[in-house]
């Protein structure tokens, strides 16, 4: 029986078009002054981003007070899709201000809104895993077209707790949650995830959604429980 899910953003509740048309591109057009302007910021914002860029620099190699090269090699990184987590902790920030502003609303499919909230009212336990930062995480759900969905989540999980296609992030998450393995259903449009997930003995489901996904429904239905959108997925 599953008494938790965890699911995946980007290609699972949310669209790829969203996250790579809309996000990365606010992301990359205000790193630059975003970096450059950080003394602005609050002092917790400010000390958030220092210690990033520390990050950054140590990472890349690159001397802290390089500041120009620092956003060459963060901008680099969001054209490479790199799931660096300082660079995911900043583009979070950045999105913060964008959804403040009403620059965009976090895009989720209405099939994985309707979704969560029935299963969240049957007292399934909810949580994402997602490469986005915890805080990049709580927007996407906090400014949707249904409403603040944060409610639903008992918990986030981000790339602090390891990589998405690597199977000791799944166990850590499965400590966490507390449940075994067999009880928790996680959900991705990624396969070397839900083999990772699969691996770690969570339950898996592969979404292939129609507009996101390049895999045939039939081909992954031959390794893995599918569905096209959240009403087809069997808990
Ligand atoms: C939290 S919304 C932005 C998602 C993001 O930055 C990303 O890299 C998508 O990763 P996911 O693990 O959700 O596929
Ligand atoms: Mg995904």
């Known amino acids: 029986m599953i008494k938790a899910i965890v699911t995946d953003i980007e ?12 996000l990365f591109p606010y992301a990359k057009q205000h790193m630059a002054d975003f970096v450059r302007q950080a003394d602005q910021l609050n002092d917790i914002e400010q000390q958030e981003t220092d210690l990033q860029l520390d990050e950054v620099a140590r990472l890349a190699e690159i001397p802290r007070d390089d500041i120009e090269g620092l956003i060459q090699q963060l901008i680099n990184w ?30 989720v499919y209405k099939d994985a809104a309707d979704y969560l ?41 981000d790339t602090q707790i390891g990589g998405k296609r690597e199977v000791e992030s799944y166990r850590h998450i499965i400590d966490k949650i507390g449940l075994k393995g067999e009880e928790i259903l996680f959900l991705s449009d990624i396969e070397q995830e839900l083999e990772a ?24 239905a031959k390794r893995y429980l599918v569905a096209r959108d959240f009403s087809e997925i069997v808990v």
């Open 117 to 157: 909230k029935r299963w969240h009212d049957q007292g399934i336990d909810l949580y994402v895993y997602s490469s986005g930062s915890v805080s990049a995480q709580k927007l996407i759900f906090g400014y949707t077209d249904f409403g603040d969905l944060t409610p639903l989540f008992k918990g986030y999980f």
């Open 197 to 220: 997930a699969s691996q770690a003995s969570m339950k898996t489901c592969w979404l292939i959604r129609k507009n996101d996904s390049k895999m045939s429904i039939h081909e992954a």
């Open 78 to 107: 969001i054209e490479e899709d790199k799931k660096i987590t300082p660079l995911k902790a900043l583009q979070g920030m950045i999105w913060r201000q964008g959804y403040q502003q009403g620059d965009f609303v976090g895009h």
């Open 11 to 22: 290609g699972t509740t949310s669209s790829i078009s969203f996250v790579h048309d809309v």
